[in-house]
């Protein structure tokens, strides 16, 4: 052990480097990005290419975001146990305020979860676990499905 210890450390710097390296990668210095969580207004979607883009309450830049298969939707008001449904564009409209969770990726930032919250300025009423939202899942512009 020794002697393997004291070739490592008198070795070319290169290779100690690139061992030190390998280690740190495998013991998880490397991880997926983080969550965020942002809140806006929407500004546009487009359903072909799968993108919202959200005028950030905060920072009021606009945020373009991807969304896919694995994206939930939540209507407030809603229960505490509601998991969502799956991500339907014809669910909200530009100019709806949202509330998004996503993820930032080097080349795209990945939205998991939307919340398209209450109407400013209106009643957020509490829904109890036997209740349902007002109108089911709908608010007044909501489109109709016909």
């Not at 990005?33 to 883009?53: C, D, H, K, S, Y």
């Not at 994206?71 to 100019?95: C, V, Y």
């Not at 709908?138 to 489109?143: A, H, L, Q, S, W």
Request: aromatic share 6%; with cysteine.
């Amino acid at each position: 052990m020794e002697k393997l210890l004291n070739g490592f450390l008198s070795s070319k710097p290169t290779v100690s480097v690139a061992c030190l390296a390998v280690l740190c990668l495998n013991t998880g210095w490397v991880h997926a990005p983080f969550a965020r969580w942002a809140t806006g207004e929407l500004a546009e979607i487009n359903p072909q290419q799968m993108t919202l883009v959200i005028r950030d309450d905060a920072s009021k830049k606009l945020l373009l975001v991807r969304w896919n298969e694995e994206t939930r939707l939540w209507i407030e008001p809603t229960r505490r146990d509601d998991r969502g449904m799956a991500f339907d564009a014809s669910q909200i409209k530009p100019g709806a305020p949202i509330q998004i969770m996503f993820k930032k990726y080097s080349d795209h930032s990945l939205v998991t979860r939307v919340i398209r919250l209450a109407p400013r300025g209106g009643p957020r009423k509490k829904i109890t676990d036997g209740e349902s939202s007002p109108g089911g899942r709908e608010f007044p512009d909501t489109p109709k499905k016909k």
